[in-house]
């Protein structure tokens, strides 16, 4: 069975502090790995797609990489508007739907 | 550029009624997806739709839950008899044609279910 664990579960920054988020994952021919940004009350709203291991993609203050057996979100400098709770899943394994992590939540005091 | 459509946002319901929850995918999306998130708990896969079929409902319950994504009109998620562990939020997801495995999809702002 897919899994996926995040780490992790809530994170208190102040501005500015840079830091790492991690998504451990196990599954049998992953086909995508998945970060998403959950506001209070709001939808998933979609980050990043890695693919392959080695990968990595950037948009702003964020970066996400990939190896065989984990992902990082790396944020830089952040600001208080990027607090959030970060969602990481992964589709493969044959199963249709994505398998999700249970988050960390992300709070950057100004 | 209309993005996933929900409706409604909120919505109560008392034991043993029912409650529908509508899904519009975004324009030229033809792979429509529901997940149900329960305080505390990460996002669960219930099923996966393509018009007029059910491709993949393992993440349903046996019983009461039930989807359809007709020819015309928005994708349906139905929850007969409603009881109070049903309580949470659902959401609909989409993403283009074609082989959807790997493909990124996109959520919609979510309806929130409470019964009482």
């Known amino acids: 069975e897919d899994q996926v664990t995040q780490s992790p579960e809530a994170l208190r920054l102040q501005e500015g502090e840079s830091s790492s988020l991690n998504c451990s994952y196990t599954v049998s021919g992953l086909r995508g790995l998945f970060w998403y940004r959950q506001d209070p009350g709001k939808g998933p709203e979609f980050l990043f797609t890695l693919y392959s291991a080695g990968e990595e993609k950037e948009k702003e203050r964020l970066k996400a990489t990939l190896t065989k057996k984990e992902s990082f979100l790396h944020i830089t400098a952040p600001k208080p508007e990027d607090s959030a709770t970060y969602l990481c899943?992964?589709?493969?394994?044959?199963?249709?739907?994505?398998?999700f992590g249970k988050g960390t939540h992300l709070i950057i005091q100004p | 550029n209309a993005g996933v459509m929900q409706n409604p946002r909120h919505l109560v319901r008392r034991r043993g009624q029912e409650a529908r929850l509508r899904c519009s995918p975004m324009?030229?999306?033809?792979?429509v997806y529901w997940y149900r998130q329960l305080p505390e708990e990460g996002l669960k896969f219930m099923v996966y739709?393509?018009?007029?079929?059910?491709?993949?409902e393992s993440g349903m319950p046996k019983e009461r839950f039930s989807a359809e994504f007709p020819k015309e009109g928005p994708s349906i998620l139905r929850i007969q008899q409603v009881v109070r562990g049903d309580s949470a939020a659902y959401f609909c997801?989409?993403?283009?044609?074609?082989?959807?495995?790997?493909?990124?999809?996109?959520f919609g702002e979510g309806s929130w279910l409470t019964v009482v």
């Open positions: 739709l393509q018009k007029e079929n059910i491709i993949d």
């Open positions: 899943a992964t589709s493969g394994g044959g199963a249709d739907g994505l398998t």
């Open positions: 324009k030229g999306h033809s792979h």
């Open positions: 997801a989409s993403s283009p044609p074609g082989k959807h495995s790997g493909n990124t999809i996109y």
